[in-house]
């Protein structure tokens, strides 16, 4: 995990809250919360260092080979 992403994002986010808050007093309650969890969304992902982070792909194929694989052998 890397920290300083972490805290960079941290600070764009706060920033982009700052700046666009103010301006979303008209719109609805919806689309403040969906504002709001795509942001915390992006907070969590930085988190992770996602270009080392195995693809769904990877992951069925762990999961269904052994047991597919027999299948098929039959």
Known sequence: MKWGAFFGVAGIITAIL????PKMKQTPKKDKWAFLILLFIALGLSLF???YIEGPNSILKKLLDP???KFMKK
């Open 18 to 21: 700052l700046i666009k808050w």
């Open 49 to 51: 260092d996602l270009q």
């Open 67 to 69: 047991t597919f694989g």
